[in-house]
Nanobody
Framework: QVQLVESGGGLVQPGGSLRLSCAAS????????TSWYRQAPGKARELVAY????????NYADSVKGRFTISRDNAKNTVYLQMNSLKPEDTAVYVC?????????WGQGTQVTVSS
């Protein structure tokens, strides 16, 4: 059974940090590009960052460049999103995605709230 399970979300003050994790199972994780998306209330889903299967290609949304870092550990079937200098506008549900040429899988999401 394919699963992507996110963790690490929560409430943090502006300027704080959080580290999200997404644990994968049920498919060959190392062969998939993995991404983090986010969706805030009333807004469209936004691609935050992605990392290629071997980790060689990484890209970020302009809104998070210099503050967020995506990484992966293929031995642990896990992708991470380190989020620093968080802003209230980063508040959203963060969702993990894994995709190949044939398949795409989604997690259920984890809530991140940035508020004082």
């Amino acid at each position: 059974q394919v699963q992507l399970v996110e963790s690490g979300g929560g409430l943090v003050q502006p300027g704080g940090s959080l580290r999200l994790s997404c644990a994968a199972s049920g498919f060959t994780f190392s062969s998939y590009t993995t991404s983090w998306y986010r969706q805030a209330p009333g807004k469209a889903r936004e691609l935050v960052a992605y990392i290629a299967s071997a980790g060689g290609r990484i890209n970020y949304a302009d809104s998070v460049k210099g503050r967020f870092t995506i990484s992966r550990d293929n031995a642990k079937n896990t992708v991470y999103l380190q989020m620093n200098s968080l802003k209230p506008e980063d508040t959203a549900v963060y969702v993990c995605n894994a995709g190949s040429l044939r398949y795409m899988y989604w997690g259920q999401g984890t809530q991140v709230t940035v508020s004082s």
